[in-house]
């Protein structure tokens, strides 16, 4: 049977304890400089800026959170093969990147800009996962559920359920490592009883049809995990109105304002290109 581990593959999402700035801040303001470091990776012209925001991450990782390291770079070398194909897809059907010197690789012939697209496109989903992961080693998942209530609290004026959303939004999230671990167990169990998981041949419906007989009974735990989480929560009056308590009271504190204002600050700082110098030297010695 070949290695399969249901509950590391979601390693990335795994709260790591400590005492830094970032498991200090507050949890929407550690959301707010979540999402504006998201959209600066995201709107970030290559591949100066993307390669800056990588180093940063890597340091802020190892300053901060150094056992979730790991747990990113596997999830990187597990996403090699669809970024991958989605680097020869741009290189084969963006023709506004085909510029420069021709830089033959064997049987394939590169264009300079093709090759600086694909170490563009490869450095941004990196900062992502990098990014997601910093998130998740110094976020617990009521962390998660606070940020959510805290910031959709002023549309509850409006009638929008902020509460309800946050709560569905947590339990969504618990969920993903806990089926993970199901489907683990659920393999393991049936490889013993002597059923292959190996699919016959290739073909993405061979693939497929290998890992159909763990559905049912994935669909069948998930259902009883719900029902159990359901009665837990009606048994300690759990109740989507009235006024509810908090266990823990995050302050607001001078960090919690400066840290998303200055995360914020990077996507128009971005967009101006500040390294646009190194990019045209890059780009002059690529012709």
């Keep these: 049977m070949p290695p399969f581990d249901g509950a590391g593959a979601f390693g990335l999402a795994r709260y790591r304890p400590g005492r830094s700035l970032l498991h200090l801040l507050h949890p929407a303001a550690k959301a707010l400089a979540l999402a504006g470091l998201l959209a ?37 070398l597990a996403l090699a ?36 697209s694909c170490v563009a496109t490869l450095l941004r989903y990196a900062d992502l996962v990098l990014l997601l992961g910093l998130w998740a080693a110094t976020s617990r998942l009521s962390d998660l559920a ?19 959303f946050s709560l569905a939004i ?6 993903i490592p806990l089926l993970g671990e199901e489907a683990e167990r659920l393999r393991k169990s049936q490889a013993a009883r002597g059923l292959d998981f190996r699919p016959r041949g290739l073909g993405l419906i061979r693939a497929v049809r290998a890992f159909l007989p763990l559905l049912v009974p994935l669909m069948v735990l998930a259902l009883r995990h719900a029902e159990n989480l359901a009665r837990a929560m ?14 823990a009271v995050h302050p607001v504190r001078p ?3 400066l840290v998303p204002a200055v995360s914020l600050l990077l996507v128009p700082l971005v967009l101006l290109d500040p390294f646009r110098n190194v990019d045209s030297l890059l780009r002059s010695l690529a012709l």
């Design 81 to 116: 093969p669809f970024l991958l194909l989605l680097v020869a897809i741009q290189s084969v059907g963006v023709p506004s990147v085909r510029w420069g010197a021709r830089l033959p690789l064997g049987p394939v012939v590169l264009f300079g800009g093709e090759l600086a």
């Design 255 to 257: 960090a919690d304002v």
């Design 234 to 247: 009606e048994a300690r009056g759990y109740s989507s109105g009235g006024t509810h308590t908090r266990l």
């Design 146 to 164: 606070y940020a959510t209530e805290s910031l959709s609290a002023p549309f509850a004026r409006l009638g929008f359920p902020s509460r309800a």
């Design 170 to 175: 947590t339990i969504a999230l618990y969920f």
């Design 40 to 76: 600066a990776a995201i709107v970030a012209p290559p591949p100066s800026e993307l390669a800056a925001l990588f180093l940063l991450l890597n340091v802020a990782l190892l300053s901060w959170a150094p056992s979730a390291l790991p747990s990113a770079y596997r999830t990187l």
